[in-house]
């Protein structure tokens, strides 16, 4: 089973976190896949976490200034990632 798509009136069923919204526009990770994004406020800064709208699969996450956070202008993209790859190994440290 799939748990039902975001909608924008989503951010009520996190109870006790208000700076939760859902973004109706798309948005797309750094390698360019359009997905919906979940995004958290936090002070002068918003963090986009980004996901497949079919699959839910997580697919990057984008990091933007939207307030007074010198020396930066609002605005920029501090940070900006996608997901391509998910390996599993059998001890820490190992590389695939």
């Known amino acids: 089973m799939r748990p039902a798509p975001v909608t924008a009136d989503d951010s009520e069923l996190i109870q006790g976190v208000r700076q939760y919204r ?3 526009q798309k948005q797309a990770d750094l390698a360019g896949r359009e997905g919906v ?3 958290l ?3 002068p800064v ?3 976490y980004i996901f497949d709208a079919k699959t839910y699969e997580f ?3 984008r990091v933007v200034v939207v307030g007074h956070l010198p020396p930066y202008p609002k605005g920029v993209v501090s940070r900006w990632t996608a997901q391509l790859r998910i390996t ?3 001890r820490a440290g190992q590389l695939p």
């Open 22 to 24: 859902t973004t109706l």
């Open 37 to 39: 994004a979940v995004s």
């Open 41 to 43: 406020l936090s002070g």
């Open 46 to 48: 918003r963090f986009d």
């Open 59 to 61: 697919l990057g996450e």
């Open 88 to 90: 599993v190994v059998d």
